[in-house]
Nanobody, 118 residues
Framework: QGQFVESGGDLVQPGESLRLSCTAS????????LGWYRQPPGQQHEVVAD???????NYANSVNGRFSISRDNAKNTMYLQMNNLKPEDTGVYYC????????????WGQGTQVTVSS
């Protein structure tokens, strides 16, 4: 069972915005860099964005300038603000430890579905 709970996905039209939320334990938020990942239909997980403990951020080229990752350690919550959504952003979005943690990532949660379609 995953240690992360994702929410906020929806069916939207191209150009619209969504904000995803991710909650996890206080221990995880205090100790680890975190990341958002997505799994397009029939494909592997891919990194969308990640954020370190001191809030340095990195983005995949495909979302840079459109998405914004943030974390609120007091609320044990991470966010992904997604603007100007495109059909290729469609997929199930997951949160987990940051990509630098490699095979030490926690089990995947259920994710949240984002569908961008006209």
């Amino acid at each position: 069972q995953g240690q992360f709970v994702e929410s906020g996905g929806d069916l939207v039209q191209p150009g619209e915005s969504l904000r995803l939320s991710c909650t996890a334990s206080e221990m995880i938020f205090k100790r680890y860099s975190l990341g958002w990942y997505r799994q397009p239909p029939g494909q592997q997980h891919e990194v969308v964005a990640d954020i370190t403990l001191n809030e340095k951020t990195n983005y995949a080229n495909s979302v840079n300038g459109r998405f914004s990752i943030s974390r609120d350690n007091a609320k044990n919550t991470m966010y992904l603000q997604m603007n100007n959504l495109k059909p290729e952003d469609t997929g199930v979005y997951y949160c987990n430890l940051g990509p630098a943690w490699g095979s030490y990532k926690k089990p995947w949660g259920q994710g949240t579905q984002v569908t961008v379609s006209s």
